[in-house]
């Protein structure tokens, strides 16, 4: 059954009480490839690296799932539990985590698949859209796809206890925008709020809602099973709790997800998956499924993208664009997910996390696995 999203502080609070000291680890789903053309890995290399993968997440005192991809090989890693008083292992098929940031990439697919048929540009002007935003006239589809729109709205991760329909989400960032200062166009600056713009421009532009969208664009072509809209989370299926290592005990400080938060970042936030589908969507991106290589590259290399940033379409692409990377939270949770591959989606990592300590840690264990992978080819930050 779906958790209850209105535990009161002391439900919260009894969830961590007498916690074990280690959880055991929760079994590992079965390998599958990432493409036909790919090299064959030994069963003992995968266990191998496996082992590895979980003694690391051991180490830094992390819990979670990840896919470990080698050589064109992926593989589900899993350690611990994602829902620790109802003993759910991190790997269920049972369990769902929210995306976080990492749904931005899902919203700049849909925008660009929308531009490839000829809707919009990426030089679009939003006041097409939102007429009554401030500075709207000003403001591209190409530079909410890059963050350099200059909105600079805070508190867009504040937790407002209002669970928000999709229209009233978009009401609430266009109020919040009209009603905080803002900045040019054409600098950088990370905000949740052009995401939510975004995806009420796929509303606007196909007449449907973002979550009809999802299915249709995303959920469908690619056959996902653990991918959902926070509200449509079925029966059967939880969304999982999250977690910090504290006083030599894991399992402390147990937060989930709240409505509230969830639905007020719509097309930035709203989304629940797992590492297995969320690498799915990634090779989806360059196979035809829901984009081509060609609309990939555009997407992650649109001309609005700032000279002080390597972002556009939800990924920070590396290394000449070698590398794939994307680091999402969400608000005042412990979950945490990190994505760092090859451009070509053959060899990396998608760990998403429900124990966490901080950012830096959490992509210090990352980074060791990924030169396990492959040496010499990855970055720590």
Same mark, same amino acid.
């Given at each position: 059954?779906?958790?209850?999203?209105?535990?009161?502080?002391?439900?919260?609070?009894?969830?961590?009480?007498?916690?074990?000291?280690?959880?055991?680890? +929760?079994?590992?789903?079965?390998?599958?490839?990432?493409?036909?053309?790919?090299?064959?890995?030994?069963?003992?290399? @995968?266990?191998?690296?496996? &082992?590895?993968?979980?003694?690391?997440?051991?180490?830094?005192?992390?819990?979670?799932?990840?896919?470990?991809?080698?050589?064109?090989?992926?593989?589900?890693?899993?350690?611990?539990?994602?829902?620790?008083?109802?003993?759910?292992?991190?790997?269920?098929?049972?369990?769902?985590?929210?995306?976080?940031?990492?749904?931005?990439?899902?919203?700049?697919?849909?925008?660009? &698949?929308?531009?490839?048929?000829?809707?919009?540009?990426?030089?679009?002007?939003?006041?097409?859209?939102?007429?009554?935003?401030? $500075?709207?006239? =000003?403001?591209?589809?190409?530079?909410?796809?890059?963050?350099?729109?200059?909105?600079?709205?805070?508190?867009?991760?504040?937790? !407002?206890?209002? $669970?928000?329909?999709?229209?009233?989400?978009?009401?609430?960032?266009?109020?919040?925008?009209?009603?905080?200062?803002? &900045?040019?166009?054409?600098?950088?600056?990370?905000? $949740?709020?052009?995401?939510?713009?975004?995806?009420?421009?796929?509303?606007?532009?196909?007449?449907?809602?973002?979550?009809? !969208?999802?299915?249709?664009?995303?959920? @469908?072509?690619?056959?996902?099973?653990?991918?959902?809209?926070?509200?449509?989370?079925?029966?059967? @299926?939880?969304?999982?709790?999250?977690?910090?290592?504290?006083?030599?005990?894991?399992?402390?400080?147990?937060?989930?997800?709240?409505?509230?938060?969830?639905?007020?970042?719509?097309?930035?936030?709203?989304?629940?998956?797992?590492?297995?589908?969320?690498?799915?969507?990634?090779?989806?991106?360059?196979?035809?499924?829901?984009?081509?290589?060609?609309?990939?590259?555009?997407?992650?290399?649109?001309? +609005?993208?700032?000279?002080?940033?390597?972002?556009?379409?939800?990924?920070?692409?590396? =290394?000449?664009?070698?590398?794939?990377?994307?680091?999402?939270?969400?608000?005042?949770?412990?979950?945490?997910?990190?994505?760092?591959?090859?451009?070509? !989606? &053959?060899?990396?990592?998608?760990?998403?996390?429900?124990?966490?300590?901080?950012?830096?840690?959490?992509?210090?264990?990352?980074?060791?696995?990924?030169?396990?992978?492959?040496?010499?080819?990855?970055?720590?930050?």
């Amino acid at each position: 059954m779906k958790i209850n999203k209105l535990l009161t502080k002391f439900t919260v609070a009894t969830l961590a009480s007498g916690l074990l000291l280690s959880a055991p680890l +929760a079994s590992s789903a079965p390998t599958y490839a990432a493409s036909k053309k790919v090299k064959k890995t030994s069963n003992k290399k @995968k266990t191998t690296l496996r &082992q590895y993968a979980k003694n690391t997440m051991a180490k830094y005192h992390l819990r979670g799932s990840m896919i470990v991809v080698k050589d064109g090989k992926a593989q589900q890693v899993s350690y611990g539990y994602g829902y620790y008083r109802r003993r759910i292992g991190a790997g269920s098929s049972k369990l769902v985590y929210p995306l976080g940031s990492l749904q931005k990439s899902i919203t700049a697919t849909m925008i660009t &698949q929308l531009i490839y048929k000829g809707k919009f540009s990426q030089n679009t002007k939003i006041s097409r859209w939102y007429p009554n935003l401030k $500075n709207a006239s =000003r403001i591209s589809v190409g530079n909410l796809m890059t963050h350099t729109s200059g909105i600079t709205v805070i508190g867009t991760e504040v937790n !407002n206890g209002i $669970n928000f329909s999709e229209n009233g989400a978009l009401n609430w960032i266009i109020n919040k925008i009209n009603s905080q200062s803002e &900045q040019r166009p054409g600098k950088f600056n990370y905000n $949740n709020a052009n995401y939510i713009l975004l995806a009420g421009i796929i509303r606007k532009t196909t007449g449907k809602s973002y979550a009809s !969208n999802l299915k249709s664009r995303i959920i @469908k072509p690619l056959n996902l099973k653990q991918t959902y809209m926070y509200n449509q989370i079925p029966k059967g @299926k939880t969304d999982a709790i999250s977690y910090t290592y504290r006083y030599g005990r894991n399992y402390q400080d147990p937060q989930y997800a709240p409505q509230g938060l969830t639905t007020q970042l719509l097309g930035a936030g709203d989304v629940f998956s797992s590492p297995k589908d969320y690498y799915k969507i990634l090779v989806g991106m360059q196979n035809g499924k829901i984009l081509t290589k060609k609309q990939f590259k555009y997407m992650t290399h649109l001309k +609005a993208k700032a000279k002080d940033t390597t972002y556009s379409g939800g990924l920070y692409m590396r =290394r000449g664009g070698k590398l794939e990377m994307a680091y999402g939270n969400f608000g005042d949770t412990h979950f945490a997910n990190w994505i760092q591959l090859t451009s070509d !989606n &053959q060899n990396g990592i998608v760990m998403f996390l429900n124990q966490t300590q901080d950012k830096n840690k959490n992509k210090d264990a990352g980074y060791r696995i990924l030169k396990k992978i492959k040496s010499n080819t990855f970055v720590n930050r």
